[in-house]
C-alpha cells in the first residue's frame, strides 16, 4: 500500500488545492462504490458475521480491537473464528492459515496475528469463507476488515474511528483518505468506537442514537524503555512512534515505510547499522515484525501492544446479543 498522501490531512491552502483537483477522480471512486452496493447482492452466512471496519484507509485499530473481541467472546464460551481478505498475501483461499506454514508473502501480517489468538480463514471471496468457518464449527465470525464489501451480510458492525483525526480533510480517496462518506458509514454501524491515542485523552461525545465505545492500545510486552531506534510500515507510523515516546522510549530515530512494506536483507542491514551508529535498539511493530524471517529479525525489538476499552462488558453485551439474534440460514427456511 502505498504512503498516506500529505495533503489527506493537512489544512493548508495547498494541500485544500491538491485536494480539490482529484475531486473528480473521488466522484468517480465512488459511484463505483455506489454501483456495486446497489447492484450486489449480500449472500447469507452460516454464523453470524461481526465486522470490524473503518471509515477511511489505513490503520486506526481494527485488528487489536478484533483480537480483543475475539478474547470477550471466547471467555464467554462462544467458539470465534477470524475471517480476513489477507491484503498482502498471494493465497486468495478460502483456506485456515497456518502460523507454521504459511508466512506473511502468503497470508499477509494482519492474519497471522489473527491466527496466534484463534482460527483464521483466508477469502477474497468473504461469503466463501465465512462458510467455510461455518463448517468448521465456528459459531461467531469475527471479520477484520470489509465494512465497505457489499458481497456478504454483517450481523453487527464495529465502526472505528481516531478520535484525533476522524476523517482527514473529510474527502473521498483519492482527494482524501475516506473510503466512503463518513456519514454513510455511521449509517451503517452497530456501534461507534472512538480509537483514543491514550487513556487521558479527551473523549468525543457519543452518538445520540448508537452505542459509542473508547478504546485505546496499551503496551503488553515487557521491553523496558531505553533508547531506540523505530521503524514501521503500517497505515500511520508516526501513531506508533509517538506511542513509543509515552511509554518512556527515547527515539534516537524514527523511519515510517509504507503499509504492509515488504522488508528485505539490505534495509534491515540499514537499519541495523543506524542503530548501531546512534547507540541504540531497534524496535518495530508487532506487524512488521511478522513480516520479516527468522533472520531479519535477529536483534530487533517487538513493541506488542494490547486493545483495551472503557467498557468490554459493554461491547460483549452488544456482540453476545447480535450472536442470539442470528437466524441461522438453515433455521430460517423452516420458519
Keep these: ?36 452496493a446497489a447492484t450486489t447482492r449480500p449472500r447469507p452466512s452460516p454464523a453470524p458475521i461481526i465486522c470490524i471496519g473503518n471509515a477511511t484507509l489505513g490503520g486506526v485499530g481494527k485488528t487489536p480491537f478484533a483480537l480483543m473481541l475475539q478474547g470477550l467472546l471466547a471467555a464467554k464460551g462462544l467458539k470465534v473464528h477470524f475471517l480476513t481478505r489477507g491484503y498482502g498475501g498471494a493465497l486468495k483461499g478460502p483456506c485456515l492459515v497456518d502460523p507454521v506454514e504459511h508466512s506473511s508473502f502468503d497470508v499477509g501480517d494482519e492474519a497471522l496475528l489473527l491466527a496466534a489468538a484463534a482460527p483464521t480463514w483466508l477469502s477474497h471471496d468473504r461469503p466463501a469463507g465465512a462458510l467455510a468457518a461455518g463448517e468448521a464449527g465456528a459459531e461467531a465470525i469475527i471479520m477484520d476488515d470489509g465494512f465497505q464489501n457489499p458481497s456478504i451480510g454483517k450481523t453487527l458492525s464495529f465502526l472505528l474511528i481516531d478520535a484525533e483525526d476522524p476523517a482527514g480533510n473529510g474527502r473521498v480517496f483519492p482527494a482524501g483518505p475516506l473510503r466512503e462518506p463518513e456519514a454513510e458509514a455511521r449509517s451503517r454501524a452497530g456501534a461507534l468506537v472512538y480509537i483514543l491515542k491514550d487513556k487521558a485523552t479527551q473523549r468525543p461525545a457519543p452518538s445520540p442514537s448508537l452505542p459509542t465505545f473508547y478504546c485505546w492500545l496499551e503496551p503488553s510486552g515487557d521491553i523496558a524503555p531505553n533508547r531506540v531506534v523505530a521503524f514501521a510500515g503500517v497505515g500511520r507510523p508516526q501513531r506508533f512512534f509517538d506511542t513509543l515516546q509515552r511509554a518512556g522510549f527515547e527515539l534516537a530515530a524514527s523511519i515510517g515505510y509504507p503499509d504492509h512494506h515488504a522488508y528485505d536483507e539490505a534495509a534491515i542491514d540499514r537499519l541495523k547499522k543506524l542503530a548501531s551508529a546512534r547507540g541504540a535498539r531497534l524496535i518495530t511493530t508487532e506487524k512488521d515484525f511478522v ?29 453476545l446479543k447480535a450472536v442470539s439474534d442470528f437466524a441461522r440460514p438453515e433455521r430460517a427456511a423452516h420458519v
Excluded at 4 to 17: D, G, N, S, V
Excluded at 304 to 312: L, N, S
Design 291 to 319: 513480516r520479516m524471517s527468522a533472520a531479519l529479525r535477529e536483534g530487533i525489538d517487538v513493541f506488542r501492544v494490547r486493545m483495551t476499552c472503557d467498557a468490554p462488558d459493554g461491547v460483549s453485551s452488544l456482540a
Design 1 to 36: 500500500m502505498m504512503k498516506e498522501p500529505w495533503f489527506w490531512r493537512e489544512k493548508t491552502l495547498a494541500a485544500r488545492l491538491v485536494a480539490a483537483s482529484l475531486s473528480p477522480a473521488a466522484i468517480i471512486y465512488d459511484a463505483g462504490r455506489r454501483l456495486r
